[in-house]
C-alpha cells in the first residue's frame, strides 16, 4: 500500500464520518477528493488528471473512472 493510497483511506474514512452514514458516496468521495488535492498540492484538474491515471486511489474513493469529469473550466 503507497503513502497516498493510505491517506486517501483515511480521508474517506474521516468524511465518511462527518458526512453521516447515510450520506451518499459523492458526498463523501468529493470531500476526499478535495483532501488528495491539498495533499498533492495540485489543482482540482490536475488532480482529476491524475486520479485517471490511479484507478485503485479512485476506487478507494468511491469513484470509478468513468466517474470523474472529462472537462473542466478553469478552477
Known amino acids: 500500500m503507497t503513502q497516498i493510497s493510505r491517506f486517501t483511506e483515511r480521508c474517506v474514512s474521516i468524511a465518511q464520518r462527518v458526512t453521516g452514514e447515510r450520506a451518499e458516496s459523492a458526498a463523501y468521495a ?14 482540482y484538474r490536475m488532480t482529476i488528471d491524475l486520479l485517471k491515471e490511479m484507478p485503485q486511489i479512485t476506487g478507494d474513493i468511491g469513484r470509478a473512472e468513468a466517474d470523474l469529469p472529462r472537462t473542466l473550466h478553469a478552477v
Do not use: K
Open 30 to 43: 468529493l470531500v476526499s477528493l478535495h483532501c488528495l488535492r491539498i495533499y498533492l498540492d495540485t489543482s
